[in-house]
């Protein structure tokens, strides 16, 4: 679980003058949720495994951090605004916490960012967009892992339409060009995110 200490020091480089005590605790709450089996501290804990690996690649790594705390912080799997509910909550909490306005826009765009429906637009989404994919190029054993977490997050969805959505979804990440956009990412996790992705396919 990611640690009260993190959170405290990305709001400090942040230059926030007043978070609220409560936010840490209601936002670790979300991830605990019971319709939740992928999308939980655990995602966040690889994610910012991840993150400490390439921050040296963001331009403003702490809005960076901050994007990937409240990236799935809404989740529900029967709907489908929960980025644009994640990305209004870390605007607001970074203005509530009086983080400039323009860092706490730009923190929304790199929360939308991870709909991955367009290719990212500037450094830092191109490094948080790679950090939430980067279980695409996990060791076989964990991206399997996630494909039952995913699968259990949908367990209300008959399984052949499961089978034909989830493998329409994969397909359309193994079509395109390049599955991740920093060459750090793609020299590490591109060979083995299409190994995995081709596997999964087949399986479906």
């Given at each position: 679980?990611?640690?009260?200490?993190?959170?405290?020091?990305?709001?400090?480089?942040?230059?926030?003058?007043?978070?609220?005590?409560?936010?840490?605790?209601?936002?670790?709450?979300?991830?605990?949720?019971?319709?939740?089996?992928?999308?939980?501290?655990?995602?966040?804990?690889?994610?910012?495994?991840?993150?400490?690996?390439?921050?040296?690649?963001?331009?403003?790594?702490?809005?960076?951090?901050?994007?990937?705390?409240?990236?799935?912080?809404?989740y529900?799997?029967r709907?489908?605004?929960?980025?644009?509910?994640?990305?209004?909550?870390?605007?607001?909490?970074?203005?509530?916490?009086?983080?400039?306005?323009?860092?706490?826009a730009?923190?929304?765009?790199?929360?939308?960012?991870?709909?991955?429906e367009?290719?990212?637009?500037?450094?830092?989404?191109?490094?948080?967009?790679?950090?939430?994919?980067?279980?695409?190029?996990?060791?076989a054993?964990?991206?399997?892992?996630?494909?039952?977490?995913?699968?259990?997050?949908?367990?209300?969805?008959?399984?052949?339409?499961?089978?034909?959505?989830?493998?329409?979804?994969?397909?359309?990440?193994?079509?395109?060009?390049?599955?991740?956009?920093?060459?750090?990412?793609?020299?590490r996790?591109?060979?083995?995110?299409?190994?995995?992705?081709?596997?999964?396919?087949?399986?479906?």
């Amino acid at each position: 679980m990611p640690s009260r200490e993190r959170w405290d020091a990305m709001w400090r480089e942040l230059g926030a003058a007043r978070v609220a005590p409560a936010l840490y605790d209601e936002v670790l709450a979300h991830y605990a949720e019971p319709q939740r089996h992928y999308h939980t501290a655990q995602h966040l804990d690889e994610c910012f495994a991840q993150l400490d690996g390439a921050r040296a690649l963001a331009e403003r790594p702490a809005e960076v951090e901050l994007a990937l705390w409240f990236h799935d912080a809404i989740y529900e799997p029967r709907h489908n605004d929960n980025e644009a509910k994640s990305a209004d909550w870390a605007r607001e909490s970074a203005l509530a916490a009086g983080v400039a306005q323009d860092a706490a826009a730009r923190v929304h765009s790199l929360v939308m960012a991870t709909r991955h429906e367009a290719v990212p637009q500037g450094r830092d989404q191109e490094v948080l967009v790679d950090v939430d994919l980067s279980i695409l190029g996990a060791r076989a054993e964990r991206f399997d892992e996630y494909e039952r977490q995913v699968r259990e997050e949908y367990s209300w969805v008959p399984g052949f339409v499961f089978r034909r959505k989830r493998k329409g979804i994969l397909e359309q990440f193994l079509a395109r060009a390049h599955l991740f956009s920093t060459a750090a990412f793609s020299e590490r996790l591109e060979a083995p995110a299409r190994a995995n992705l081709a596997r999964s396919i087949a399986q479906l």
